[in-house]
């Protein structure tokens, strides 16, 4: 079993809907990063959290420390939103991170 | 200041060949990463530093693989004697301390042929 488990792992909807993009964990962490990937491989941080919620634009992340899960959620979805998103965890001993699998999210018109 | 940079974006190299990737990490940043990422897989750790000191290698940077920052600014990855094996994207990243956010660079994207 993986230590970070992202679900779902393809994901396609419609503009304007609401999306959620789950990561659970099984490793004490010191904080958790959702990151941004598009096709040219570009790796760009989203948030990072070590406790309960933060806000940018259309973006919210949430994580639930007792229960070893983070949602990120995507308001009213635009199509330049399509990328895949990485949830990745730093350990609470070292400063490695440790990746999720990655969902791939593709917005239609 | 606008992020980590990376250059070349892309390079390829013939089999055998010495490659040198440079990162200009986030100029107050004392932490800098590297890390690998083969198609479809996440991101692999490869070596870290704080300042200039190299503090951690994974076992996937084979004696093959050097990495220097030698005024704890800027970075450069070599891989001498290169093999088809070593094709994917080389990822920076840096960041200020531990727990804060790592900030990442667009990639060396390396092709051997």
């Known amino acids: 079993k993986n230590e970070v488990e992202q679900s779902p792992q393809n994901l396609t909807a419609q503009e304007g809907e609401f999306i959620t993009i789950n990561c659970s964990y099984s490793?004490?962490?010191?904080?958790l990063h959702w990151l941004q990937q598009h096709p040219g491989g570009g790796i760009v941080s989203l948030f990072m959290?070590?406790?309960?919620?933060k806000k940018h634009g259309r973006l919210i992340a949430t994580i639930n420390i007792q229960e070893k899960h983070s949602s990120l959620h995507i308001t009213a979805s635009h199509p330049r939103d399509s990328a895949v998103y990485i949830c990745?965890?730093?350990?609470?001993?070292?400063?490695?991170?440790?990746w999720g699998a990655g969902t791939k999210l593709i917005i239609k018109p | 200041d606008t992020g980590v940079s990376q250059n070349p974006r892309h390079k390829i190299t013939k089999r055998g060949q010495n490659v040198t990737f440079r990162c200009d990490p986030i100029?107050?940043?004392?932490?800098l990463y590297w890390y690998r990422q083969t198609l479809g897989q996440g991101p692999e750790f490869l070596t870290y530093?704080?300042?200039?000191?190299?503090?951690?290698k994974s076992r996937l940077l084979s004696d093959r693989f050097s990495a220097e920052r030698p005024k704890g600014s800027f970075s450069t990855l070599e891989i001498q004697r290169t093999e088809q094996g070593d094709s994917a994207m080389y990822l920076c990243a840096s960041s200020l301390k531990m727990n804060t956010e790592a900030f990442f660079g667009q990639g060396t994207r390396l092709t051997v042929v």
């Open positions: 100029s107050e940043h004392n932490r």
């Open positions: 530093f704080q300042n200039e000191a190299q503090l951690e």
């Open positions: 490793v004490g962490i010191s904080a």
């Open positions: 990745a965890v730093r350990l609470d001993s070292n400063y490695q991170l440790i």
């Open positions: 959290l070590s406790s309960g919620k």
